[in-house]
């Protein structure tokens, strides 16, 4: 445990670089939104449990502390530099600081200073699996407090249960083999693209289906087939802006969406895709992949409707002798 200005790290584990932890954080993809409910009921949970009248989840970015916790009255971020949560990611034993005034660190932070008035602060480091601490689980009064061993326990045990929380949801919006967006995940950030864009804005749209898949699996068994998708999703994936959305949403079937692009410029990204992938060996084969565009029309109620005509047109591609994309639009949408 760590208070009052003394800190011991854990003598079995090595701290990752700051660059590991910043990566990690990245994978799980939970810094980019604020405050959700998942966080809020088990920060009202670490409440009722430890007597306290602010419970809040963060998480350390680069520069920015990130709350994950609706009812944080210090807002939804602030800079680093003034969190007291920064220095718990520093050690993964508890820092339990009695009273903020005492304590060299803490006491000039505005949290501290201004109308706060943070008197005391129990946190807990978010440590995934591996060993990167992404931020803290901290409850916060206005007056100084000293824990007993059954606290200790309760604090451990929810920030365990919220990293868990954001490992299985990571899990849930990540396709595992290939590491895409899962088929949820890509309907799930396309629903919000469509929904998103004005009446006059393109979405384009390419679905591609790696041909000859089944006998991949069939004459060389289903591991040289995870080969073959898990090496053609890196090289997909590589080939696209790193914010474009690209995910798994069947067996050798995947989906990536363009906004901003209509049916030519969904047309001209497939045709570069496919001939690279035409003159690049994946998982130690030369394959090819059938491709189908769309975009979004003015009668669109929904994504499913764009996505069904681009699965329409991949099965055009094939029927027209495989490795091709389908409909051949105009070079030109002017």
């Not at 520069?63 to 602030?78: C, E, F, P, R, V």
């Not at 943070?118 to 000293?146: E, K, Q």
């Not at 410029?265 to 497939?270: E, H, I, L, N, S």
Request: with cysteine; hydrophobic share 40%; glycine share 8%.
């Amino acid at each position: 445990m760590v208070e009052s200005g003394t800190q011991t790290l854990h003598p079995a584990r090595q701290m990752p670089s700051e660059a590991e932890r910043l990566a990690a954080l990245a994978d799980l993809h939970v810094a980019e939104a604020g405050p959700e409910a998942t966080f809020d009921r088990i920060a009202r949970i670490g409440c009722t449990a430890l007597r306290f009248p602010s419970v809040n989840i963060t998480l350390i970015a680069q520069d920015l502390q990130i709350s994950k916790t609706s009812d944080s009255s210090a807002g939804n971020t602030m800079p680093r530099n003034q969190s007291i949560c920064n220095f718990t990611i520093q050690d993964y034993e508890p820092l339990i600081i009695p009273d903020t005034l005492l304590d060299a660190r803490v006491r000039d932070l505005p949290a501290v200073t201004g109308k706060l008035g943070i008197r005391s602060y129990w946190g807990m480091p978010l440590t995934t699996r591996r060993g990167h601490n992404l931020g803290a689980f901290c409850a916060l009064d206005t007056v100084p407090r000293r824990p007993v061993q059954a606290d200790l326990e309760v604090l451990r045990d929810l920030a365990r249960l919220t990293v868990e929380c954001m490992e299985l949801r990571a899990q849930a919006m990540v396709d595992v083999l290939t590491g895409a967006a899962s088929r949820r995940a890509l309907y799930e950030e396309g629903s919000r693209l469509f929904n998103a864009l004005g009446r006059d804005e393109r979405l384009g749209c390419i679905l591609l289906d790696i041909d000859h898949f089944k006998l991949v699996n069939d004459r060389l068994g289903h591991a040289k087939g995870d080969d073959v998708l898990r090496d053609m999703a890196v090289l997909i994936h590589g080939a696209l802006r790193a914010d474009t959305p690209f995910g798994r949403v069947g067996g050798e079937e995947f989906v990536i969406l363009l906004p901003g692009e209509g049916l030519a410029g969904a047309y001209a990204v497939a045709e570069r895709l496919r001939r690279l992938l035409e003159t690049t060996r994946v998982g130690g084969l030369q394959v090819t992949a059938s491709f189908g565009v769309a975009e979004r029309l003015p009668g669109d109620s929904s994504l499913s409707e764009v996505l069904a005509r681009a699965d329409a047109q991949a099965y055009e591609a094939k029927r027209a002798g495989r490795n091709c994309t389908r409909p051949v639009a105009a070079p030109s949408e002017d």
